[in-house]
């Protein structure tokens, strides 16, 4: 799949943009996925490379193929969709085999391809149950072999866990990847789940306001959040209010400088710093970092102990490894505290 | 006493209410009970039950009258509800699954003949054959009879396929079907017990109607209800009763039929 | 584009049935509406000469011999009995609807099932068939009078058929399922729970009844009104056979316009006029069904 580009306008009176122009290439074999709240065109997307809907403008191409007004059936693409929409009269073996009917292959092949599908997905014994005689799990499972069995070049899958207990969904999402690299067909999965797009895909899109925010790998998006709206999404930052003081220093109004790759920002410039809970360091001096903040809450997470911080109307959550491997873990509510930071933990954001 | 005292206050249980709801099914029930008892006398008194016999249903047996007659009922009723169901299934897909301009108006039309009273019906179907120089005959009552069994037939089909998810008939076009394929092998299917209630109750409804088949049928092409009517200028007779009690069971029958369908879909 | 890019398709499927109502029925109306102001032919049909005289019929008796017109009240009497006569059944159906709407409707689940499978299979038997039952118990020689006689309440029968009575009696028999269903389809939606406050606001149950419950009926007053009435004002077959022929209403007088007179300008004049009735009637329903927010019929 080459160059993906498109606007597309929903009109319903006035021009309503779900997508502005849109420019995504996804590669062969890659597990690609849409990330984004809900409302920010990724399913839209979505449709419109499944073919249920046409851009309004801008251009679609599969494998160098131009799919404009190419219907649903015409593309060498299948969907898992979000309710799966199996169909209730047919049972698991008939859904599954749906499209190679469609294809009109024959019996054998379709019986075939059939039993190989059910063995993929572990579902050998439910062959001839019907749809609602299924758990939950297990009519994903029907949905995606159903979506497997012609072979697709691409297979969608829109917010298929989202009707999963979370249990389950984490089995879903191993099986899911797993399945990926077996059958080397490249999966666009839409989600709004951060977690779920992080453990699974080789690339990620963010989107939002019908734009891609930012596109790289999980490494990439979460160390290095391209803005405001993707650290605030991604992995859940502490957003700190800052002025660049000098080359190389920010400031954090009168708690402290601290050293940042600051780029080509003047000095003066008002820029927003990330850093994850993850990477903050606590001490009760202010030898290292800036402080002092106020500790107003500490909750336990079981791994880790989370402290709750405040100065100066900015809030501050720092999430501590038990077994003290960083710092310290004894404040309490009340206590005075200073943070610092791993080196390049810190990332400065334009404003 | 407290509970008592609830009871006394609870609306759900007001005096006389079910007794009015026994007085109701009576009321519906009665004339018809009644009817159908004085079908099996065996005397042709229909006051005085003088002992069980069949002989008026062996005598509607014979009738030709009342052949003739059924048998036009019938294949008016099939054809008629047959062909309403197919155009009211069309027009429900549109109505429902797409989007287009003057929709209301659509659905106007649609239900218009359930606002127009029998009568007018009738004889503005009188005027009209009469006025393009159409002959009466069973032609004219069968398409007066497809026109008034359209709404009923579109009504269940639209309630099923406004509840059927339009992600399955999405999904079979992903999964390589073209549009009337999607259609045949999935909508179609799930839809066919709005499409088998719609078109039973067409069906009830051409069997029903006397005015509008009156006014329209020619010579020869004369329905049951129509036949019956004409069989009480001699008043009512045992014969009628008969004939009667045979609709009484097709209808209950059908109605049957129905609900059976209905409880199988609703699981 | 996108948004009405289905027109197309939607006229293919939609125009089978729509022309079907349209060129026979909708048509046909418009023709009949023609004829109400054409003269009469002499053996059915029409001349094409414009006249009023169908309407002038309605409100004025022509005299044979000099022409002149003269006020007569005959057929407006006809259209009154009509109105009048829905009206009785409309209130009949009320008088035992709404009673056994209620107990249906706050019967538990199972029961309720059955009860409204009682209350509609008499729907689905045939009008002429249910008409002529109704004759048959209502005669002189049918079971009511002979039991009142035979127990010795009454010596001979009581006027039961060929009369107003019996013609008010079998409209309530034939559309009572009508009003049944949508009171019972209000009842079921409201929610019980809620009167838990209404036992402390309200002395007793009837006071509760009334202030709460028939608000909540409503809705299903007017639908069930509607679906009887109306039907009721054009009726044919319960004046024709329990009316004996004798009290006749605006169905059977446009009926006879068309076998026996053969007036048919009169007839379309008569349907111009129960068509109007009745659209009125329905339009109003809709305005009141859209201020209150709840949709009827």
Redesign the interface.
Known sequence: MRNVSKTYF???GTPHVALDGIELEIHENEFFTLLGPSGCGKTTLLRLIGGF??P?SGSIAIFNEEMAGQPPEQRPVNTVFQHYALFPHLNVRRNIGFSLEMLGRDRAEIADVTDRMLGLVGLDAMADRMPDQLSGGQRQRVALARALAPQPKILLLDEPLSALDLKLRQKMRLELKALQRETGITFVFVTHDQEEALAMSDRIAVLADGRVQQLGTPEEIYDAPANRFVADFIGGSNLLEARVSARGRVRVSDLGELDAETGQVESGKPVTLCIRPEQLVLSASGADGIGPFQVIDRTYLGNAVAFHLKAEGQMVTAHMPRGGARGQLDFQPGDQVYADFEAGALRVLIQ | MALLDRR???????P???T??V???V??????A??TL?SFNSGRS??QLDGFSLRWYKAVFANEGIQTAALNSLTVAVIASSVATV??T??A???VR????GKEV?YG??N?????????????????F??IGFRLGLMTVI??H???C?PFA?LPIRARLASMDAGLEQAARDLFARPMMAFRRITLPILMPGIISGWLLAF?IS??D??ISA?VAGPGATTL?VH??SM?RLG?TPE??AV?SL??AA??I??LIS?VLSRKTKT | M??????R???L??S???A???V??????G??TL?SFLEPARYG?VIWEFSTDAYVRLLFERDIFDDTLSFSTDYIRIFVRSLVQAGVATLLCLL??I??A???A?RPDRQKTL?L??????Y???????T??????L?D???IN?SLQAIGLTSGPLPLSYNNFAVGLGLA?SF??FM?LPLYAAIERFD?SL?EA??DLHA??WK??VG??LPILRPGVVAGSLLVF??G??A??APD?LGGGKTIM??NL??Q??QGSRN?PF??AL?TV??TL??IA?MWSARRAAKAGTEV?
């Open positions: 929903d009109a319903a809907e046409q309004t | 006394d206050k609870d609306i759900r249980n007001l006389g209410f079910g009015m709801a007085v109701a099914v009321f519906l029930y009665a004339p018809i009644f009817l004085y229909i006051s155009l009211a069309a027009a897909m549109a109505t797409l989007r287009f301009r659509a039309i649609i218009f003949p359930l606002m127009v009273p029998e009568i007018v019906t009738a004889i503005a179907t009188l005027i009209f009469a006025t398409v007066a497809i026109v008034f359209i579109y009830i069997l029903d006397f005015i006014m209800p019956i009517y009480l009512i009628v009763n009667s609709m009484i209808s209950s059908l109605v609900a | 996108k948004v009405h890019g289905h027109t398709l939607a006229a499927l939609l089978p049935a729509l079907i109502i349209a026979f029925m909708i048509v046909p109306i023709i009949t004829y049909g035992i609807g009673p056994t209620w107990f249906i706050t009860w499978m009682l209350v509609t299979v008499p689905w038997v045939n009008l002429l068939v249910r002529i039952a109704m004759l048959l118990i005669r020689e049918g079971p002979d028999y009572l399922p049944i019980f009167l209404a036992y007793n149950r509760a009844f709460v419950v109306i039907p004002i054009g044919f077959l056979i605006i169905g446009i009926g316009q068309f048919w007839g379309a349907s129960l068509m009745t659209l329905l019929v």
